[in-house]
């Protein structure tokens, strides 16, 4: 039985936690103390109840309540002899939990970060400025291997968490930091059960995982481009209501957000096409239709849902009452800084030009009162400042 522990108590946190038990690992789930704590009701009861409609190709399902092993605020009680470390958490915290992460790793393990959003990189530069040689395999994905919402949490009436899994994604893109480790690792994931019915596709470098996130193309165009929508909604006469949540998949996409997501995706690919890379292929008719590519995910590569005609909101995601989609979400505020910002610092090496994720940049500063090109990610976060595009690229590859 494989030893399993999950770094993050959000959705993602959750959602793998659950998953991994129900299919019979052994699993611990860390969270901290100092972010937002979502594990006071389950300290002693350890529940988490999995559920939803879990839309797949395969028609795979993995319902229940799992009793994991341990919830814990100890990281070194969660990490210490631990087969596989799954990582889901917000961007802006991997520099400190890596920080603390890093000299607490044993050789043999590997790492798993759900979505990778260049994590990879930021914890093989800590290791290296620690000086730590540990040989772990680190991983970075896509996307996380669900869509989840945790719906209940902090319930001391029931002790139990509750977690909803909409769709379950039949393959998912991931690379190793280096590529080279990807062989060994595909090998060894066959332990973590939340990979059971989701095929692996190895992307080229942890840069093509980084620009394949389908969470920056999607959520920044519709988001920015809808942004007085979300902030009247429910507020003002006739522009939505209290009884339901904005939502960008049933409201906030359109022929004219999908032409600009579209737009976005082609200066990834620039990006992309420039250092040699691969990315995560988008047709531009897929981006035509209401569910995008989340459609693809739950229903297979042609499914198309026509603008004409509404999302059924029966079968999305749910939302726990009372809550209301904000310009605070994190689909500016962690996909701006990290994504487009990211994006920009690969594209200037090599003079690619980026006009529209720099749009959604100005844009998204302007809306937020802030400068993310000042608290983004950039080449020095990810430790190759001083490297060539080519040097770079090597890194990745071989680790050399």
């Not at 937002?36 to 389950?42: D, F, L, T």
């Not at 309540?65 to 631990?82: F, P, R, S």
Request: charged share 20%; aromatic share 8%.
């Amino acid at each position: 039985m494989a030893i399993i522990t999950v770094i993050g108590a959000g959705n993602g946190g959750h959602a793998l936690a659950a998953d991994c038990k129900l299919g019979g690992a052994e699993v611990r789930m860390y969270e901290f103390t100092r972010f937002n704590n979502k594990v006071k009701g389950i300290l002693d009861s350890r529940c988490i109840r999995f559920e939803g409609i879990e839309m797949n190709h395969e028609n795979f399902k993995r319902n229940g309540t799992a009793v994991i092993d341990m919830v814990t605020y100890d990281m070194k009680e969660a990490v210490q002899g631990a087969d596989h470390i799954l990582i889901s958490v917000q961007a802006q915290g991997f520099e400190d939990i890596f920080e603390e992460l890093a000299p607490l790793l044993e050789d043999g393990q590997t790492v798993s970060i759900f979505p990778d959003n260049f994590g990879s990189l930021i914890l093989r530069r800590i290791m290296q400025e620690k000086g730590l040689n540990t040989q772990v395999i680190i991983a970075g994905y896509s996307s996380l291997v669900y869509g989840a919402r945790v719906t209940d949490f902090n319930n001391m009436e029931t002790n139990t968490d509750v977690v909803n899994v909409m769709y379950r994604e039949n393959e998912i893109r991931v690379d190793t930091l280096p590529s080279s480790d990807f062989d060994a690792y595909h090998s060894a994931s066959k332990e973590i059960p939340a990979l059971d019915a989701t095929a692996l596709v190895q992307g080229d470098t942890v840069l093509d995982i980084g620009l394949s996130n389908v969470n920056v193309l999607l959520h920044v165009p519709a988001v920015v481009l809808n942004a007085g929508t979300i902030e009247n909604w429910g507020i003002i006469p006739d522009v939505g209501n209290t009884g339901a949540i904005y939502d960008i998949y049933a409201h906030g996409v359109s022929p004219s957000v999908g032409r600009v997501q579209y737009a976005f995706y082609q200066e990834q690919v620039a990006i992309a096409k420039a250092f040699g890379v691969g990315i995560c292929p988008v047709e531009e008719d897929v981006l035509q239709s209401r569910m995008g590519l989340i459609g693809q995910m739950m229903f297979g590569e042609d499914f198309r849902l026509p603008f004409s005609e509404p999302l059924d909101q029966t079968t999305w995601l749910p939302a726990p009452k009372g809550t209301r989609f904000t310009m605070d979400s994190r689909y500016i505020t962690e996909d701006v800084p990290v994504g487009c910002i990211a994006a920009i610092s690969f594209a200037d090496v090599l003079q690619v030009k980026t006009p529209v994720i720099r749009a959604m940049t100005d844009l998204s500063n302007i809306m937020k009162q802030t400068d993310y090109y000042d608290t983004g990610f950039n080449l020095e976060t990810f430790g190759l400042e001083k490297m060539t595009a080519e040097e770079m690229v090597a890194v990745m590859r071989t680790g050399n």
